[in-house]
């Protein structure tokens, strides 16, 4: 039996494959209890950068060896033991590290397959239960090794959860007087017992300062810059917590660094020798760890504990699966999550088929008529080059050898992605807000392009993740304030998907009756989306990350290497139809990307040509013509992008890009020329004179 998290906040009870095959540099154990690491609770809820789902989380578990009896707890570290971090007893830095519960399968299960070197032999006349402390423990020695604390230093930790009491333990060995600060009452009066039995003073704040010692044992920004402020001239900082994502840290509250010549140690996990050293902890505070178990579950009830772990008042749950050790195969409780059932999946919805009825396709018998007219213009035959195919183009899509596109509007959707916390742009999320904003103020390149060409802006909020006040400029049309993380759950559901496909029509449609278009330019932004443009590209295709996926804001050669990885491991996670546009969207796409689909599907539908701009709003396209191929001739490739993936999508649509300026910017600012140069082949077919018109002897040019 084991618990596999298919994707974020679905975990599935399964019957165990039987006795995994392993070599002299592995062991089997059967896993007595693993307890749920805070880790494992937020990688249920959103996923995490090093997990490649399905997956068996759990890397604080106690088993023993099946081929000896023995009892052991596991350094959860797979690395090369050949690296400078390696080589220099550092390997909790190995440059190759891999981690049980993360890159393999871990301690959820009736049996774990772990490397030999890993193995820490377990005290015996221990409760088992509480070997399940020994990682977190490792992981709080690890930090006061880089500490040294002293007899008699004062040190104040930040959060009051299990691993700040853990750290209040291990200071209290080396005879430091502990200030432990949390802001949850209620956590406090649970953890009354613990602290009068060790003598640990737990307040909610304190207006003492001048701690020789400060670790941040929360996730919380404002705590961490707090310890920085409690600290003495040359006080030390354990850097403990990794912080929660997208939060700013105040530049003169950092320099504090400076000014009082403060010492900042970071400590990650812990190396084999802490895990060693905290197997004997346990024997000491054998009185005292009962006190921090929560409760302890059985493993249908692992599910339901995640959102109380994740709640910040709960202490430790233990799972155990005692139970399970036999060879006797598992039977899910009637009622529990053991089945995987999913809803059933929705059709599209009446109003995106009535748009999809009304897509008429392009009539290519006016092909014939417009080509002949352009044809006799005074000029050798196709000197113009692409201007004459637009001409052609947009004469057949208004079925008239006058084409006119003198009203001419850009929509700009904006949106934020949750697959940014893999690591995947060189820029942070919140330059999605900010660049709505400068959309808004008229600073950004489109702006400038809007201007040039007398262009009509319009920026469409799908689903960034902020509210932003009214303006002229802005249309909203949220619909969540940013997607999932798609590496590790699908980036939004059908509905929420459905639901934006509509909202970007619906934002076209009131453009279009206020001021009737018959060209529209797709533009976009939002922090990541080259990420999810790719990932529907490669999905689409069938072509593999190499391929597609570049560098889109920017990022490095390490950047580029791990976006691919995200890509490709999103891609095995879900395996969506690839002729889906619905499931491609609603695993890998934006909300900008279907907004943008929606607009095009109502574009379309309203007999108006439609300019992509880059990889992103190609991608969207795509998205719409998958749905709808009758969009097809409609489109319009505004230039050709030097994200490579672009040039996929194209062929799979069969469209060629209009112009090549080496652009990656996105925001529409490649429609934007372009849609000036389709004016212009507009302009050609209705004002250039024919050799008749002309009286020019055509001859044999």
Known sequence: MRLTLKECQHMVMEDHPGHPVTDEDTVTLAVSYCAICRTDAKMWREGHRDLALPRVLGHEFVGRDLATGQLYVSWPGMVCNSCRYCRSGRENLCDSMRIIGFHADGGFSRQVVVPRDGLIMADATVDEMLLTFAEPIACVLNCMEQLRPQANERLVIYGGGVVGMLAALAAQQSGCRVTVIERSAEKISRLRDFCDLNRINIVKDTTAADFDLAVNCCDSHIAFSQAITKLRKGGRMGFFSGLRKRQDLESGLLNLLHYKELEMYGSYGPRRTHMARAVGCIGSWRTSLPLLVEKVIP??????????????????????FQEYRGERSFVAPENSFAIDARPAVPALSTFVNELISTVTPVDGSFEPVARRKIDLKTKPLGALGRIEELAVQLAVIQRSLMPNVATKHILVFAGDHGVVDEGVSAFP?????????????GGAAINVFCRQYDIGLSVVDMGVDTTFARHPLLIDKKVARGTANFAVQPAMTREQALAAIENGARAFLEQHAVTPMKIVGMGEMGIGNSSSAAAI?????????????GRGTGVDDEGLKRKREVIDRALRLHRPDPDDGLELLAKLGGYELAGIAGAVLAAAANGCCVVLDGIISTAAGLIAYLICPAVQGYLVAGHRSVEQGQQAALQRMGLSPGIDLDFRLGEGTGAAITMNLVDLACRTMREMASFAEAGVDSGNI
């Open 299 to 320: 493993p249908a009830e692992a599910e339901s504990a995640f959102p109380h772990v994740l709640s910040g008042n709960a202490l430790k749950y233990i799972i155990d």
């Open 429 to 441: 999320a919140r330059v999605t807000v900010q660049m709505v904003e400068n959309f808004l103020a």
């Open 537 to 549: 590209i490669c999905a689409a295709t069938g072509l593999g990350s190499a391929m597609v996926v």
